[in-house]
């Protein structure tokens, strides 16, 4: 995608500008992000894909007080849900929210098509929300950048500006909603259908819904946390070290005191461990890795018997396409200028550049013309017996049928 040309999608900016202006620094309204748009799913289909066994799902009730009069503002339910929560509930002031809906509707993971002026690897999933009027998830921030596209109906959003990580929230809930939330006079917007809303991690923000079909749609990005980083990566160098690799002091000074833990022995720790960890071709190899590592891996389905890659080449080339299971990740990085590294759904595999590139670019077909590739029947069969290509999208024709 040219990074000059104005994006509808970015109210007119182009990528360039957004990247540089709002991207992890300012929200940005953009009305009519999509021209007459029309939500890929009803608020009764959302509902079905609840009702799922393996489908990510919440039910945000708002109450000023419990059945016994005690306050009990909110209440969290998570699912699988059935036909009979939904007609319990209230008229107003509840939320529905489903994880990962670009999973199993093959419109809603077009949209991710949208985003490709963002890297990939960054994208999470797609969340989608129900709410009738009233409904909300209460004042918040979320630790990651997210588009939020009204779908259907109005939302009302007010933000509150940049919050500190340690902001107080309400205890004792499963939610963490903002004890304080002081809404800026110009952050203060009602959706339509169509008109997005970007917000960059740490924004405090309020969603209430002002209609009976309000669905929002929202885009999230992932980013591993230092902590999350730190552990990760010292657990993939640490499978591969040595155990002879040791703290080590051949040299050292008599010491005046042997039950000190003095500077020297303290900087030889210090450099044992920074060494080990300033390696960066190791370190793209783990960050390759955990950007791809599929969110609900019980969804990828290894198959039973190993397919024959025969087979595999007869049928791409009678004209069958291969398709990347919904929810798979896949990146590359190049090794030379021939050789790269495919990272797909947490694991890396080294091959051919062009196929590498090829495989993990949504926008190419897998189909008979990868075969001119070096090694692409064998590459093929891996991917397809590993669960992370598969013939057609199964679990969507699945959820349609009891959705
Ligand atoms: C919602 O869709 O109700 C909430 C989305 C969000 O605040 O991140
Ligand atoms: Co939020």
Redesign the pocket.
């Given at each position: 995608m040219p990074s000059h040309a104005p994006l509808t999608l970015l109210g007119g900016l182009t990528a360039s500008d957004f990247l540089r202006d709002h991207w992890q620094q300012k929200p940005l309204l953009i009305r009519g992000a999509f021209a007459e748009f029309e939500s890929p799913l009803s608020p009764d289909e959302l509902a079905g894909l609840a009702c799922e066994e393996n489908v990510e799902a919440r039910l945000?009730e708002e109450y000023g007080h419990d059945e016994k009069g005690t306050p009990c503002p909110w209440k969290v339910s998570h699912g699988p849900f059935n036909e009979d929560t939904f007609a319990h509930l209230p008229e107003r002031n509840w939320?529905l929210?489903v994880q990962a809906v670009d999973h199993y509707v093959p419109e809603v993971a077009e949209l991710l098509e949208q985003f490709s002026f963002l890297p990939r690897w960054r994208l999470d999933d797609i969340?989608?929300?129900y709410?009738p009027p009233g409904?909300?998830?209460g004042p918040?921030l979320?630790q990651y950048d997210?588009f939020?596209l009204q779908a259907s109906g109005q939302?009302r959003w007010q933000l509150g500006g940049k919050v500190s990580h340690d902001a107080p929230i309400i205890e004792g809930i499963d939610l963490r909603i903002l004890k304080r939330f002081n809404v800026s006079a110009d952050h203060d917007w009602v959706l339509e259908p169509g008109d997005m809303l970007y917000?960059p991690p740490g924004w405090a923000?309020?969603?209430v819904?002002q209609s009976d079909d309000c669905l929002?749609?929202?885009v999230?990005f992932r980013a591993p946390s230092a902590d999350e980083a730190v552990t990760s990566f010292a657990d993939y160098l640490g499978e591969q070290l040595p155990s002879s690799l040791r703290y080590s002091d051949a040299g050292m000074a008599v010491s005046s005191d042997t039950s000190e833990l003095d500077d020297a022995a303290v900087a030889r720790m210090r450099a044992l461990i920074l060494d080990t960890l300033d390696d960066p071709a190791q370190l793209a190899q783990w960050f390759g890795r955990v950007m791809t590592q599929t969110k609900y891996p019980d969804q990828l389905s290894p198959s039973d018997t190993p397919t024959d890659p025969a087979e595999l080449i007869s049928l791409l080339q009678e004209g069958d396409v291969l398709q990347r299971t919904p929810g798979s990740r896949f990146a590359w990085r190049a090794i030379d200028t021939q050789r790269a590294t495919l990272f797909v759904d947490g694991d890396g595999l080294i091959i051919h550049l062009p196929l590498a590139q090829a495989l993990a670019n949504p926008d190419t077909p897998l189909d008979h013309h990868l075969l001119a590739e070096d090694g692409a029947s064998e590459l093929l069969t891996h991917l397809l017996d590993a669960g992370s290509l598969c013939w057609h999208w199964e679990v969507q024709e699945d959820m349609a049928d009891n959705g």
């Amino acid at each position: 995608m040219p990074s000059h040309a104005p994006l509808t999608l970015l109210g007119g900016l182009t990528a360039s500008d957004f990247l540089r202006d709002h991207w992890q620094q300012k929200p940005l309204l953009i009305r009519g992000a999509f021209a007459e748009f029309e939500s890929p799913l009803s608020p009764d289909e959302l509902a079905g894909l609840a009702c799922e066994e393996n489908v990510e799902a919440r039910l945000v009730e708002e109450y000023g007080h419990d059945e016994k009069g005690t306050p009990c503002p909110w209440k969290v339910s998570h699912g699988p849900f059935n036909e009979d929560t939904f007609a319990h509930l209230p008229e107003r002031n509840w939320t529905l929210l489903v994880q990962a809906v670009d999973h199993y509707v093959p419109e809603v993971a077009e949209l991710l098509e949208q985003f490709s002026f963002l890297p990939r690897w960054r994208l999470d999933d797609i969340m989608m929300s129900y709410a009738p009027p009233g409904g909300s998830v209460g004042p918040h921030l979320d630790q990651y950048d997210v588009f939020l596209l009204q779908a259907s109906g109005q939302r009302r959003w007010q933000l509150g500006g940049k919050v500190s990580h340690d902001a107080p929230i309400i205890e004792g809930i499963d939610l963490r909603i903002l004890k304080r939330f002081n809404v800026s006079a110009d952050h203060d917007w009602v959706l339509e259908p169509g008109d997005m809303l970007y917000l960059p991690p740490g924004w405090a923000h309020h969603g209430v819904s002002q209609s009976d079909d309000c669905l929002t749609i929202s885009v999230g990005f992932r980013a591993p946390s230092a902590d999350e980083a730190v552990t990760s990566f010292a657990d993939y160098l640490g499978e591969q070290l040595p155990s002879s690799l040791r703290y080590s002091d051949a040299g050292m000074a008599v010491s005046s005191d042997t039950s000190e833990l003095d500077d020297a022995a303290v900087a030889r720790m210090r450099a044992l461990i920074l060494d080990t960890l300033d390696d960066p071709a190791q370190l793209a190899q783990w960050f390759g890795r955990v950007m791809t590592q599929t969110k609900y891996p019980d969804q990828l389905s290894p198959s039973d018997t190993p397919t024959d890659p025969a087979e595999l080449i007869s049928l791409l080339q009678e004209g069958d396409v291969l398709q990347r299971t919904p929810g798979s990740r896949f990146a590359w990085r190049a090794i030379d200028t021939q050789r790269a590294t495919l990272f797909v759904d947490g694991d890396g595999l080294i091959i051919h550049l062009p196929l590498a590139q090829a495989l993990a670019n949504p926008d190419t077909p897998l189909d008979h013309h990868l075969l001119a590739e070096d090694g692409a029947s064998e590459l093929l069969t891996h991917l397809l017996d590993a669960g992370s290509l598969c013939w057609h999208w199964e679990v969507q024709e699945d959820m349609a049928d009891n959705g």
